[in-house]
Each structure stands twice: as C-alpha cells, then as structure tokens.
C-alpha cells in the first residue's frame, strides 16, 4: 500500500515496475492480504508509470492486461542456447556437442543453466553428462532435482528444474483439480500426439474437459493440435511431473498409470474380422501410448490391473496381426489368454475370446496344428457355454476349418465350413458379414479341392453382397477379390485374372500403403502370373515397386512376407533397407537365359504345393 501511494500520489518522475511470476491466480487476484486488499489492488497504476508482469500462464497474463496482448516471450533458437550455455560453463566446447545438449534439453533456460552447474562442480564435459542423463528416467529426475545458485542469489534462493515445476504444479492444483489430475494421467501416455479421447472421462461435460486442458495449455505444460484432439507434453514437464508425483503425491504413480490403462483397454479400437478406415487410424493413435503402458512396471499387482492389461492385449494383439507384426501379436494375445485363464478361468467368455483369436493366428504363423488343437478346446467350451448355435461358436467352427484347410485336411474343412455357413444363415441372417465370411472360406475350400467354377460362383456372390452392403472400396472385400483372381488364374482365365489382381493392387495400396504385407501379398501374385504369360515388360514396370518407400519393418517376424519378400527379390525387387545390387538371387531381366526362368517357375510350383498361396498369402 505505501509503495503504491508513493508512486501514484508523490512520486513525480517516470518509472518501471516489474511484478515476477505471477503463476497463482487465488493468490494475486483473489486471497486478501492483512489489509484486506488482494495482491491486484495494490499495484499502482498511473499515466506515469509503467508495469512490467511475468507469469507462465497466458490465462493470467491476458486477464492481468486486457485489452493489450501478451509478449509471449519465444524458445531459445540455436544460437541464443548456445550463448546462454557457453555464458555458463567456461572451456572449449564442440559445437556438436552444444548442440546435442540443447536439443535433450528443449533449449528450457532453466534446463540449461542447471545443467552447466551440474557440469561446472563435477567437473562432467557435455558427453560425460549426457551419458549419465540418458542412463535412465531415475537418473534424469535426480538430475533435474539438482539444486543449485544463480544470479548471485542467496543460499535460500536455490532452484533445480523439479522444484521450478512444482510451483506450477501445485498452484494447477488448487486452482483446477482436473487440470492436474490430466497432467497425471498423461505422465503414463507417450509423450507426442496423445488422443483428448483418451484423457476425457466417460462422462465429462465437454466444457469442464476443455477448461482443464486451457489450464495446462496456458501454463505451457502441453501444446494442443489445431483441432484441440491431441496434445503433446515436453520430455522434461513429464519426467518433472513423475517427480512431482513421487514426491509430493505418494502412492499415485501406480493410480494414474492404472488410469492410462483403463482408458487405453476402454478405447483401443477391439478385434473386427475386417479392418476400417477409422480401426486403422485409431490404432495408429493409440498404438505407441498403449506400447508405452503394456511395459510399465506396476508396483503393485491385483485382478483389476492384470485384467485391464489382459483386455488391452487381446486388442492390440489383432491390430498388430492386421499390420503383419504377426509374431509380437502371437505373443500379446498368448499373454492375455494366459491372464484370463488364470483370474476368470477357461470358461469366462473373455477367455474364450482370447482363446478364440489366438487359435486364428497360430496357422498364419506355421502353427497349424496347434491351431487346430486349441481351436478345437475352444469350440467344445464355447458349444458348452454359449450354447452350439451362438455367433461366436459358429465363429470359431469356421475358424477351426480354416485350420484344418491350412493343415491340408480340406474334406473336414469343406464339411465344418458348410456347417457353420448353414448355421450362420439361420441365426445371423443371409447377408450378416459373418454369414458372408463363412461363404468366402468356403469358396477358399473349394478352390483348394480343385473345384474352381464353385469356388468362382460363391466369391462372387460374396463380393457382390458386400459390394452392395459396404461399398466396393470397403478393405473387406479385398481378400474375396484377391481370392477370385486366384480362382480365375486356375481355370486358365488370365486375362480376367490379372484385371482383377490389378484392380485389387490399387485398392490394397490405397487402403494399407505399398510395403503392408496384403499389398505386397497380391503384387508377388501377379508378378507371377505375369511370368506365365511371359509379360517381362510389364514385370520390368513393377519391378521399382518399393522405390522411395519406408523399410519393410515386418518381414524379420512375418513368414508370409519373407516369402512374398524372397519371391519378388528373384525378379530384382529391390525393398527399401536392401543394398544396391543386394537381392536372394542374382536377380531377373529380359536376358536371363532359360534356366533361370526355369528355377523360378520351379520355386512358384513349390509355393503352391507346400504353401497354397490362396491362403498363406492371403489373411480371410
């Protein structure tokens, strides 16, 4: 009160004021001091002055000054952080390694000065501290916990990062809850584009939702897209927060990463037996958080933990077989079966579920047998619980003849697969996708039975319902159409084979991209039925396939596509990753002698024998 009468009622000349770190709103606008008067009240405000106010929320800064604009003060550029770096830790300092120091510590001034402090009194260079920075999480929170002195300051005026952050952190607390608890809650998410779908309550008002995210948004915490649908966090807010939460909040670091399970069980698009638009890009979202969460490392265990995990697993495990990572989902979906059996027991329908899809992957992996053997423990259970004409029963009974059809037992499948078709007509309907699934791998039966005009007839009467029902683009009738074209190529039909084959190549690339393992599926068979045409040009045209293309980060751990893979290298295919001239042969081109030719006309024949590409490569 007497500094503010002095300048606005005696003091005659110009001056500055600089009011710092105005961070909590209670405390400045709201909490009265001795005087009864809030923080607020008692700036002076005259023509003749100027005020000067620092805060980290934008919120505060707005209200502090309106009508005027806040002066958002910007990151350090490169130049800035080195000068501020190099200002504080005297020596010869390579520019790369400045640079790299920079960049691990988002070029925050704090961050920097701290560490140069750290470096100045364990005489560490920029290496050595980096080394130990990025040992661990533990090891970066006690570094970011490192207190030191600057500015000449007082003994009591020690700062580390951690503590800076804490300030923020606890007054988000008093003034929104729920922006701290989103803050919590996103700690145990990756840190980069995480869905508001997974931070927003089952019932949240939309409005509480967005206000709590304006909180930390204000506060700088995390930065929105421009649609307000993902959000990321700084590398150093997290690990600061995970602190916070260790420190200050004991107990709840298990509370919020049981949440981001939740939610992420809750949310991850479930199993389909035909991808989406939306199931693929849901799953992109949500594949690197659930990741994440999938290793973190509960301090303490019970059923509601291990059966959200379990939950999440079986979900991811189906994405991830639909991206062809074929291996990493078999292990998934064996570690969701296995907790499920444990807390629930084989005859809960969550277990048979998991069951269920784990005896539809194991043929797609070599694993015929085995799936055959669960396939079969998993129909008797479901017949005795869900009764023998319940969707999911007649699901299995058609999964398990498609076991046996990848085993070889084609009449058993052709029976089982005739059963589950009939018995899907009555209880589902003629024209329910599974009823139509049933069709499909059906007509896949007969083809291997050699008895194409059938097979012929019932895919295309399966496309031409789906084509009605879901559009002619829906991914779910690919596998019918690459199917056709394979049927049509048995009967002699090549021109009518490879338009469809064609027509399938485009859709598949619009659909999962050019290197997904289906894509790649249906180019390894028409280039194949190009060479019984002897269409060498055109084999030539396609041969640039992968050019410009991502690596084929798949094929160590999918078998289908090291095969596809090792057929399209004999026609030198060159996918992205291999070295120039690198291919499993010593390559094709218009002047390879017979023998060549000879060899890969032989390698094709051993592939339909053993393999029977109708089905090894192609996922139904």
């Not at 277990?351 to 396939?375: C, D």
């Not at 690339?509 to 249906?522: N, P």
């Amino acid at each position: 009160m007497l500094v503010q009468n002095w300048l606005e009622n005696r003091h005659e000349g110009r001056w500055l004021m600089v009011v710092d770190n105005i961070d909590d709103t209670e405390v400045f606008f709201k909490e009265p001091m001795t005087n009864q008067k809030t923080v607020s009240q008692c700036i002076p405000r005259t023509w003749k002055g100027s005020l000067l106010f620092t805060t980290r929320s934008r919120d505060i800064a707005i209200d502090l000054i309106l009508p005027a604009q806040p002066i958002p003060v910007p990151v350090l550029t490169k130049s800035e952080g080195a000068e501020l770096l190099r200002s504080r830790l005297p020596g010869n300092h390579s520019e790369e390694h400045i640079i790299e120091l920079l960049e691990e510590l988002e070029y925050i001034p704090l961050a920097i000065t701290q560490a140069a402090a750290f470096m100045s009194k364990r005489r560490r260079t920029i290496p050595q501290y980096l080394d130990l920075y990025r040992k661990s999480d533990s090891a970066r929170v006690r570094m970011l916990s490192y207190e030191f002195s600057d500015h000449g300051r007082q003994y009591n005026s020690m700062e580390s990062v951690a503590k800076t952050w804490t300030i923020s952190f606890e007054s988000i607390r008093r003034g929104n809850p729920r922006s701290a608890d989103l803050l919590s809650l996103m700690c145990y998410f990756d840190r980069h584009a995480v869905p508001a779908a997974l931070l927003a309550g089952e019932d949240e008002d939309e409005l509480d939702f967005e206000d709590a995210v304006a909180v930390l948004c204000a506060f700088s915490l995390i930065e929105s897209d421009e649609a307000g649908t993902s959000f990321d966090m700084h590398n150093l807010v997290q690990l600061a927060t995970k602190l916070w939460l260790i420190d200050e909040n004991k107990g709840e670091e298990d509370k919020w990463a049981f949440e981001a399970l939740k939610s992420l069980a809750r949310n991850f698009p479930a199993p389909l037996h035909h991808t989406t638009p939306e199931y693929w890009q849901l799953g992109r979202d949500f594949l690197p958080h659930a990741q994440l969460i999938l290793a973190h490392p509960f301090k303490t265990q019970g059923d509601q933990i291990e059966l959200a995990r379990a939950t999440l697993l079986f979900s991811v495990s189906r994405y991830l077989h639909w991206r062809g990572a074929v291996m990493d989902a078999k292990v998934k979906n064996e570690e969701s079966l296995s907790i499920r059996e444990r807390i629930l027991g084989e005859k809960h329908t969550d277990t048979l579920r998991s069951m269920g899809q784990l005896a539809w992957m194991y043929p797609w992996i070599s694993m015929e047998q085995e799936g055959v053997n669960l396939g079969q423990r998993c129909l008797e259970l479901r017949r005795e619980v869900l009764g023998p004409e319940h969707p999911e029963t007649l699901d299995g009974l058609s999964d398990l003849a498609m076991a046996y059809q990848m085993q070889g037992s084609l009449l058993i499948s052709e029976e089982m697969q005739r059963q589950a078709y009939e018995a899907s007509q009555r209880v589902n309907g003629p024209e329910h996708l599974d009823t139509l699934n049933c069709l499909s791998h059906l007509a896949s039966v007969l083809d291997d039975l050699g008895r194409y005009k059938e097979a012929e007839a019932e895919l295309r009467k399966v496309i031409r319902i789906k084509s009605r029902v879901l559009g002619e683009e829906s991914s779910s009738i690919l596998s019918e159409m690459h199917n056709l074209a394979f049927t049509l190529e048995h009967q002699g039909r090549h021109k009518e084979s490879e338009e469809v084959y064609r027509q399938v190549l485009a859709l598949k690339t619009k659909i999962y991209g050019k290197t997904h393992v289906e894509t790649v599926t249906t180019l390894v068979n028409l280039v194949l039925l190009l060479q019984d045409q002897m269409k060498y040009f055109d084999i030539q045209e396609l041969s640039g396939w992968f050019s410009g293309e991502a690596e084929l980060v798949q094929e160590n751990e999918n078998p289908r596509l090291r095969q596809a893979m090792r057929i399209l290298r004999s026609f030198s295919f060159r996918p992205p990753g291999d070295a120039a001239g690198e291919s499993s042969d010593s390559g094709y081109s218009d002047d390879k002698g017979e023998e060549k030719l000879a060899a890969v006309a032989e390698e094709k024949e051993d592939l339909k024998r053993e393999e029977n590409p109708n089905k090894v490569l192609e996922v139904a």
